[in-house]
Structure formats: structure tokens, C-alpha cells
């Protein structure tokens, strides 16, 4: 064990606002930093890998980890479940490792009643309803249907948005990896 704790870093924000990439980038920026990687009922889409970039699950596995209590949060997220493995979360920050987290309003809301001092949340906004729904269609991963559903549900997300620590418009890529590279070695050396 380290005395010195790690950092949660949660970022959350509506599906196509940019997370994933920003997160592989803020990856490669602090090669120290650890990724929670989720545990979901989803299937995997075609890039995606399991075990690296989700651990893809049937739901009555996912039921059996909550159950074992397993996960430290978790939420349904549309259709799906989604997870945070807490032995990951406790180990990572006991040896005083950072961690990035990938998750929903409902995840960072369970979160910040645990962790406040030791985490900073951030949340992603598009720069409009609109630019959020062309992302989408570009992404083509998702059917007309969904991409309802999706923007339906970003609507209600932005909403939660004020009860972060930081709010960040995803304008420009690199404009908005600067900012979040400013918030993350701040919050660390406000620790
Ligand atoms: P997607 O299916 O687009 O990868 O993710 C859908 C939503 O689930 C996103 O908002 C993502 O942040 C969220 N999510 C991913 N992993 C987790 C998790 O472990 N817990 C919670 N609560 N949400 C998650």
C-alpha cells in the first residue's frame, strides 16, 4: 500500500459527445494512469475487444456479480447493464494509481457519495443537440431508433451536468484534451 491515494477521474456525457477517444488520448498522455475497464450486458461492436475495451457479459452473469457485489456502481444504461469492478477501483487507489472511468450520470452520482475527496468529475457536453446527432449518424453503429433513444436520453444527462466538478464542451478535440489535461494535473497537485 502507498500512503499517497490515487485519483478517480470520472468523465460522463452523452453517447457520441467523444469520451472513448478522449479517454484513449488522456490515456497515452498519462501513461500511469489505469482505465476501469466496465463490465456490460452489451454486445460488442466491431471495433471493440473484449476484456480491453469492455468485459461483455450476459445479463444473468452480470446478476450473479451483483449479487457477489461485485461492482462498486452500476447502472442500466438504456437497454443495457454496465459496471465498476470494485476490487479494481479500491486496489488501483490503495497503491495510488490514477483511474480514468467511462461512465453515466447515474454511475458518477453513486461515485461522488463515495469518493468525493478522492475524485474529480467532469462531464462532457457536445456543443449542440444537433452536432451530437450528425456524430451519431457518422458513427453508423446505430439505427435511426437508437440514435432517438440515445439523443432522447443526452437531453436528460445534460441536465445533470451542474452537479459535476467540471463541465467541458467538446468543440475541438485537441481544444478540449488541453482542458482536461489542465483539470487532471491541477486536481492532482491540489492533493
Ligand atoms: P456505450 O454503450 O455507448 O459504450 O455506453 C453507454 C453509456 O454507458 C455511456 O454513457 C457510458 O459512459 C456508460 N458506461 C460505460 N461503462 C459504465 C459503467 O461501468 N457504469 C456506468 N454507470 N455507466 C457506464
Known amino acids: 500500500m502507498s500512503c499517497k491515494k490515487g485519483l478517480l477521474i470520472v468523465i460522463s456525457g452523452p453517447s457520441g459527445v467523444g469520451k472513448t477517444t478522449l479517454g484513449k ?5 498519462f501513461p500511469e494512469m489505469k482505465y476501469s ?12 475487444v473484449n476484456g480491453h475495451d469492455y468485459v461483455f457479459v450476459r445479463m444473468e452473469k452480470f446478476k450473479e456479480n451483483i449479487e ?3 461492482f462498486v456502481e452500476w447502472a442500466k444504461v438504456g437497454d443495457n447493464l454496465y459496471g465498476t469492478s ?3 477501483i479500491g ?7 490514477d483511474v480514468l472511468l467511462d461512465i453515466d450520470v447515474q454511475g458518477a452520482s453513486q461515485l461522488r457519495k463515495l469518493y468525493q475527496e ?3 468529475f467532469i462531464f462532457i457536453n457536445p456543443p449542440s443537440i444537433h452536432t451530437l446527432r450528425n456524430r451519431l449518424n457518422l458513427r453508423k453503429t446505430d439505427s435511426e431508433q437508437e440514435i432517438d433513444a440515445r439523443i432522447m436520453l ?3 444527462e445534460i441536465k445533470e451536468s451542474n452537479s459535476y466538478n467540471y463541465v467541458v464542451v467538446n468543440k475541438d478535440l485537441s481544444k478540449t484534451l488541453e482542458d482536461l489535461s489542465c483539470i487532471i494535473n491541477f486536481e492532482k497537485r491540489k492533493r
Open 86 to 88: 470494485k476490487t479494481f
Open 118 to 120: 478522492k475524485g474529480v
Open 91 to 97: 486496489d488501483a487507489i490503495n497503491s495510488g494509481s
Open 37 to 48: 475497464i466496465s463490465v456490460t450486458t452489451r454486445n460488442p461492436r466491431k471495433t471493440e
Open 68 to 70: 457477489k457485489g461485485y
Open 154 to 156: 443526452a437531453k436528460k
Open 25 to 29: 488520448k488522456l490515456l497515452t498522455q
